[in-house]
């Protein structure tokens, strides 16, 4: 070195921190020696990736020299620096030539580069961790969750390679934008950014651009829904589909208490189906509403074992029976025991049960804290009820309201119990059995439904006072297909809806062309299977994760794309859907929830230079008007959607409203807000056999 510098202690460091002065010296060196190394030494470092500020400066001038099409060596550079009046601060043009001297050689300088950025990492990475250090000292009034997103964002802006300034002046900003512009025009109109898979829409829109926020919403499932009188069991007693809101907890099919994150308006007009059990149980379900039921091959198709698939009413009404000999083909697994903590209850449970069944007691019941304490204490409430019955699995009472907290009772401990009426008592049956069958499916006039999601893994709640396990709640999976597996983009998909295997089944549905139905009723041709195979190897290829975490915050989301953006190269986010989604921070209403929501998804589209489509649901608004067109007014539960986002694309299928509407099979995706170019209604087919939209040309 020709010059002596001090020593460079930043804040937060307590010692010299990581450097290479020699590195830095050669990089230098070798820029100034050869157009071809500043070349390959742009593409690694930035200015503040050198230690030395004198080192800064000569990077600086080098860079802009190189940019403005001039000669950059020791004489060139020198007379930058005298117009700056800076030769005094990088040492003289002695210094200058003491770079290009120590460099062993220029077509190295690539590899210089790498050392250098190597030691501006670990720099950062120890300012980083100094930060973190003092968020975890000075953070008691702050919530714990925005101090480890905030810690999270400080080690992911350790590697990123995006310049850290707050605000960068008009004139910098310009020579960028016109590059930009003069790229976009030799593409000849070819589309820059993700491709929805939609021709009129990709032409409108020019593709998903990074950093956008774009919202697809349409009324709630166009179904999935009971009426609105269904009992509800619940760790206290009962409610019912009406009556239920969110925040409320019901039972899920394993018997544990879950709680309901997202609740339906009351749909009316919809196709309506009694489904009877062989119990004796009965059901108002719409159409599209969903059960998870065990399927037996051999009673379908030629061999094959029984499975589980998530199956719609309508689908169960066309495979109800098996063709030779009318046997129910659908089977609904019977709830596992209600797994509720231990009650003090003021009388043992074998004692009462004893009590009640003796005779002389008219007018007596169960009570309701006995009807939802421990399993343990519920069977031994029922040994006492079924104590003297000589063996007999079953219990007689005169009366019926002690025989129905009886059936209750068994059912809740996992028992397929059934009552019938002999005239003179009530029985109630306890067979060895862990199913019920659909006996029948019937069309019913339309009533009022309403559906609800819940927090568990699996979907799953019970419905009816016998206790049936019941599910709960695709475009936006149309644009997963476009960029993940037609064009090879990393995609994530975060579904607080469906779970990965139904996902994965209608991807394969939309891309087999399999029909959705015959997958979950195992009524796959062997032509069907042939599809499937020809089309499984792509699929499974396709740079697409899939993240079904129930209950997801946006920290966690946050956390988990940048993971993929550092590992994967993340180009899209597919959130499904916004409702659903919470936030850990105490807010004041549901709407500034979703509000904080919404902002911090636009905050993760920038941050991260992808498109982001968050599916959202409409509120009324279109059912209560005559052409039952949504608007942008209709998104639900937060104005500050719209405003937030810089595309919204409503969903309208005409015949959900319309049975014989002469535009059957159409669905219009009405761009009804476009911040960087003009509105338009797409019209696409919806094949919803496939469970897929596709283009009307392809159709």
């Not at 926020?213 to 009962?238: E, F, H, N, Q, S």
């Not at 020809?534 to 997801?552: C, H, W």
Request: aromatic fraction near 6%; hydrophobic fraction near 40%; charge should be negative.
């Amino acid at each position: 070195m020709s010059i002596a510098e001090p020593p460079v202690f930043e804040p937060g460091f307590e010692r010299t921190p990581p450097n290479n002065i020699e590195a830095e010296q050669s990089v230098l060196g070798g820029m100034l020696l050869s157009k071809d190394a500043i070349a390959d030494v742009v593409e690694v470092l930035r200015a503040d990736d050198f230690y030395r500020p004198a080192h800064q400066l000569i990077y600086d001038i080098i860079t802009d020299l190189y940019g403005r099409g001039d000669p950059a060596d020791a004489v060139t550079i020198f007379g930058e620096l005298q117009k700056r009046g800076e030769v005094a601060r990088v040492g003289g043009a002695a210094y200058l030539h003491t770079l290009t001297a120590v460099v062993p050689t220029a077509a190295n300088a690539g590899y210089y580069a790498r050392i250098v950025r190597e030691q501006a990492i670990l720099r950062r990475l120890i300012e980083a961790g100094t930060r973190i250090v003092s968020f975890g000292y000075g953070g008691q009034d702050e919530e714990v969750d925005d101090l480890v997103d905030r810690a999270q964002a400080e080690i992911y802006k350790v590697t990123e390679r995006r310049t850290s300034e707050d605000y960068v002046p008009l004139a910098e900003i310009m020579p960028g934008a016109l590059d930009e512009l003069e790229a976009i025009g030799g593409r000849s109109g070819q589309m820059v950014g993700v491709p929805t898979g939609f021709q009129d829409l990709d032409s409108l829109t020019n593709g998903l651009h990074p950093g956008q926020m774009i919202v697809v919403a349409a009324r709630p499932a166009i179904g999935k829904a009971l009426a609105l009188d269904t009992p509800l069991p619940t760790p206290d007693g009962w409610t019912t589909m009406g009556e239920v809101s969110r925040g409320d907890r019901l039972i899920g099919a394993d018997g544990r208490p879950t709680r309901v994150v997202a609740v339906t308006d009351v749909l009316r007009d919809r196709p309506c189906y009694e489904v009877e059990f062989s119990d004796g149980t009965v059901i108002v379900a719409d159409a599209l509403h969903q059960w998870r039921t065990t399927v037996d091959h051999a009673l379908v198709v030629h061999g094959g074992p029984a499975r589980q698939s998530v199956v719609t009413t309508e689908e169960i009404a066309r495979t109800l029976h098996r063709a030779e000999d009318g046997w129910p083909v659908h089977a609904v697994a019977v709830t596992a025991p209600f797994d509720l903590p231990e009650r003090d209850l003021p009388l043992p449970p074998y004692e009462l049960g004893l009590t009640l069944g003796g005779t002389g007691f008219p007018g007596r019941r169960v009570p309701g804290a006995y009807l939802r304490a421990s399993t343990g204490q519920r069977r031994a409430l029922l040994a006492g009820l079924l104590e003297g019955r000589d063996g007999q699995i079953r219990f007689a009472a005169t009366e019926g309201p002690l025989a129905g907290d009886v059936l209750e009772l068994a059912l809740s401990l996992g028992h397929r119990a059934t009552m019938r009426d002999t005239g003179d008592h009530h029985v109630i049956d306890l067979p060895e059995v862990s199913v019920r069958y659909v006996v029948d499916v019937r069309a019913v006039p339309s009533v009022p439904v309403r559906c609800v999601e819940v927090d568990n893994a699996d979907h799953m709640y019970l419905a009816g006072r016998a206790c049936v396990p019941t599910h709960n709640s695709t475009l936006g999976l149309d644009f997963a297909r476009s960029a993940a597996i037609r064009h090879g983009m990393t995609t994530v998909v975060f579904s607080l809806e469906m779970s990965r295997n139904e996902i994965t089944m209608r991807l394969l549905s939309a891309e087999a062309k399999v029909a959705l139905h015959a997958m979950r009723s195992g009524t796959m041709t062997d032509d069907d299977w042939a599809k499937l195979a020809r089309r499984m190897g792509e699929v499974a290829e396709a740079p697409l994760f899939i993240d079904d975490s129930p209950n997801m915050s946006m920290m966690e989301i946050r956390a988990k794309c940048r993971r993929l953006k550092q590992r994967n190269d993340l180009r899209f986010v597919i959130i499904d859907y916004l409702q659903l989604m919470s936030s850990p921070k105490k807010t004041e209403s549901r709407q500034n929830e979703v509000s904080e929501i919404s902002r911090s998804i636009k905050l993760l589209a920038k941050e991260l230079e992808v498109p982001v489509i968050a599916i959202s649901q409409l509120n009324r608004g279109p059912e209560q008007r005559t052409d039952k067109r949504p608007m942008v007014s209709d998104l639900r539960e937060s104005g500050s959607i719209e405003q937030d986002a810089d595309m919204v694309i409503l969903l309208h299928r005409e015949d959900a409203y319309e049975r014989e509407s002469p535009r059957a099979g159409e669905a219009d995706l009405i761009v009804a807000k476009h911040r960087n170019g003009p509105t338009a209604t797409v019209t696409v087919a919806f094949q919803g056999h496939y469970s897929r939209f596709v283009d009307m040309a392809s159709h």
